[in-house]
């Protein structure tokens, strides 16, 4: 298939998900479930291989042109398949290029600085993919919905306003908005999983001895906040969601499409970029011809002999 034709599906995939504007923006109008009329999981298998072996050509590219850089971040309500999309969707790339950041509770040191601090140094260098699972928006969604956490961020008193989660989240979208114009491309996921489905995933991880270390008494805690959580990602997503920076609100319901979709958008976003390897100067050919000689001529005066290497 051409490769337009194959950026025309692409898109099919990723439109009715991606959000570049967040006003009036609701998370009920996105279903979890949603397929784009995809049911057989072997036709997603296809078409996620070929997204796969699509990214790594461009990401080859990006590696060696070395101008742009690409952060993508996931975050999810637990069992909503992070860790899966990850692994199957950048299964084909080169580890040497790309990095995975997994952001747990702060440590002390991290706690004596501002709130982006310990993502800034997580940021990936020109030429590489950097990927957060979860990301500077735990500041304004778990410590949103667990506003005891504030008190352990040492912040002054008199900062910790009514207004505190408008100014973090416009803090985000100003960050964001200067990642991007220093040549890094930001992706933001929201894998969105109904609670039904959540459910029955973490029964699986009870009932299936392979699957008990992924859960955790914790996560049965946090279901409680369904709602605080679900008004929590709907206010940061439409508070910063931008052409610049976009968000993809992912249905998570089907594993498959959630792969399929993350796999298209980066896709489709990489071949915007117009990558390229590094183009040579007449300079550089003259040296790589010299070079060329020098390695046949070699060839041509063969190895030494025994008897020489003895000598």
């Known amino acids: ?11 099919r995939l990723t439109e009715p998900f991606v959000v570049t504007n967040g006003k009036g923006f609701r998370l009920k ?7 784009r009329g995809l049911i057989e999981k072997g036709e997603a298998a296809q078409l996620l291989e070929r997204g796969v072996r699509w990214l790594a050509e461009e990401q ?14 996931f975050q999810a309500m637990d069992a909503a398949g992070k860790d899966s999309t990850i692994k199957h969707v950048m299964s084909g790339i080169n580890p040497q290029g790309c990095y995975v950041s997994s952001f747990k509770v702060p440590s002390k040191e991290e706690l004596e600085h501002d709130f982006l601090w310990r993502y800034v140094k997580r940021l990936p260098e020109r030429g590489c993919i950097g990927i957060f699972n979860r990301s500077y928006y735990e500041e304004v969604l778990v410590v949103r919905v667990h506003q005891d956490i504030l008190a352990h961020q040492m912040l002054p008193p008199e900062l910790v306003s009514e207004r505190i989660w408008d100014e973090r989240l416009t803090e985000i979208a100003n960050f964001e908005d200067y990642l991007t114009r220093q040549g890094t491309v930001v992706l933001k996921f929201f894998l969105h999983v109904s609670k039904e489905e959540q459910k029955k995933r973490f029964l699986e991880r009870l009932d299936q001895p392979d699957k008990n270390w992924k859960f955790s008494p914790s996560d049965i805690h946090e279901r409680q906040y369904w709602d605080d959580y679900m008004a929590a ?24 499409f959630t792969r399929l979709v993350v796999a298209a958008a980066i896709v489709e976003t990489l071949e915007r970029l117009d990558l390229h390897y590094p183009r040579v100067d007449a300079q550089k050919k003259v040296g790589l011809a010299t070079a060329r000689t020098a390695l046949l001529q070699e060839k041509k005066q063969g190895a030494p002999s025994a008897r020489t290497r003895k000598a």
């Open 233 to 256: 990602f709907e206010e940061a997503i439409r508070a910063t969601a931008s052409k610049r920076a976009p968000w993809f609100v992912v249905p998570a319901d089907n594993k498959w």
């Open 1 to 11: 298939m051409p490769r337009k034709e194959i950026l025309k599906e692409t898109r």
């Open 29 to 35: 109008d996105f279903d979890p479930r949603e397929t």
């Open 60 to 73: 080859d590219m990006l590696y060696a042109q070395d101008r742009w850089s690409v952060l993508l971040v």
